[in-house]
Nanobody, 121 residues
Framework: QVQLVESGGGLVQTGGSLRLSCAAS????????MGWYRQAPGKERELVAT???????NYADSVKGRFTISRDNAKNTVYLQMNSLKPEDTAVYFC???????????????WGQGTQVTVSS
């Protein structure tokens, strides 16, 4: 079994910072791309940032220059450093990863359970 567990969410004031972590565990053979998405109340889940196994990154326009995605391949962990937070960043943040397990012949997109980020004005 493979699972992703997020941590680091919480309540922060406008202009503050948070660092989210997402660790993959289980029978993992390889991980391709990893990413962060978010879903605000009443809205659809949206892309925040992605990172390839080689370190290539992609960001939503709304977070460029404020958020930084990174990963530690040795720890099977992806991070999201969020600076200059705004009330509109309030959402549940989900990580995902394209994972090949020892018991599968193909990569499977796996999601974490989500972590709440609330930015107060």
């Amino acid at each position: 079994q493979v699972q992703l567990v997020e941590s680091g969410g919480g309540l922060v004031q406008t202009g503050g910072s948070l660092r989210l972590s997402c660790a993959a565990s289980g029978s993992i053979f390889s991980i391709n791309a990893m990413g962060w998405y978010r879903q605000a109340p009443g809205k659809e889940r949206e892309l925040v940032a992605t990172i390839t196994d080689g370190g290539g990154t992609n960001y939503a326009d709304s977070v460029k220059g404020r958020f930084t995605i990174s990963r530690d391949n040795a720890k099977n962990t992806v991070y999201l450093q969020m600076n200059s937070l705004k009330p509109e960043d309030t959402a549940v943040y989900f990580c995902n990863a394209d994972i090949l397990s020892f018991y599968s012949s193909k990569y499977v997109l796996t999601w974490g359970q989500g972590t709440q980020v609330t930015v107060s004005s």
